[in-house]
């Protein structure tokens, strides 16, 4: 895919449709309990359910599998903790679905997620637009006679 463009809304569109299975038609009931607790194995699976299906999405447009591999682990870490953070705020403000507080920390849980797509698209985007340092490596070098 040589536009950038369209590299772009196709990988965006397919992180969302990953976004939408994984946050709301896979989870586990162990996903869904003490969201609070750092070390929980449901958050751990339901990272690792994000960090598989983006690397799917980014080696299905044509990211190398390595550099893909790379960026589903760091997002497996920021999806992690993006929702620890509001398990851990969920627990300690005790907002239930029928107060506007829950509302607004499911809205921030999402905000963060889909930030985290944009950076990794724009992490992933085909040189030179990207902002992997892999198109620094491949540049060439000025006075080298490289072209």
Known sequence: MADPVTFALVLLFLFQIKHLFA???????????????????????????????????????????????????????????????????????GHGPDQAGYWRAFGVDQALHQWTYLVMVWVVLPCPYSAAARCALSAPKVGTGSA
């Open 23 to 93: 946050d709301f038609y896979l989870q586990t009931p162990r996903m869904l309990r003490d969201r609070g607790v750092y070390l929980h194995v449901g958050r751990v699976q339901h990272a690792g359910l994000h960090a598989v299906g983006s690397l799917i999405a980014m080696v299905l447009v044509g990211v190398p599998v390595a550099l893909a591999l790379l960026v589903a682990v760091v997002e497996w870490a920021v999806h992690f903790h993006i929702d620890w953070g509001k398990g851990r705020w969920s627990d300690h403000t």
